[in-house]
């Protein structure tokens, strides 16, 4: 099994920066990618952002420009740049990550990230 704990959300103003972090630990050879998606009050969980083993990012159109992801293999954490948050961007945070072999999704408890206007 692989285990995956979020953190660094809370509350910033808008035009603010926050940065999420992700730690890896269990069956870590089993990921092929990670990324972060989020669910606002009432919405579906959308994607946010996703970066594979070697390294390759995709964005939502709503935070290309503003987020950057990334990640440490040594530490097995994945990061969530956040610069120009709006509050559009309030939602819990999760962490993802997939494996192709086991076909399975793993997934974090989820951070609050609140952005007051």
């Known amino acids: 099994q692989v285990q995956l704990v979020e953190s660094g959300g809370g509350l910033v103003q808008e035009g603010g920066s926050l940065r999420l972090s992700c730690a890896a630990s269990g069956s870590i050879f089993r990921i092929n990618a990670m990324g972060w998606y989020r669910q606002a009050p009432g919405k579906q969980r959308e994607f946010v952002s996703g970066i594979t083993t070697g390294g390759v990012t995709n964005y939502a159109d709503s935070v290309k420009g503003r987020f950057t992801i990334s990640r440490d293999n040594a530490k097995n954490t994945m990061y969530l740049q956040m610069n120009s948050l709006k509050p559009e961007d309030t939602a819990v945070y999760f962490c993802?990550?997939?494996?192709?072999?086991?076909?399975?999704?793993?997934w974090g408890q989820g951070t609050q990230v609140t952005v007051s206007s």
């Open positions: 993802h990550a997939f494996s192709t072999r086991y076909s399975q999704n793993y």
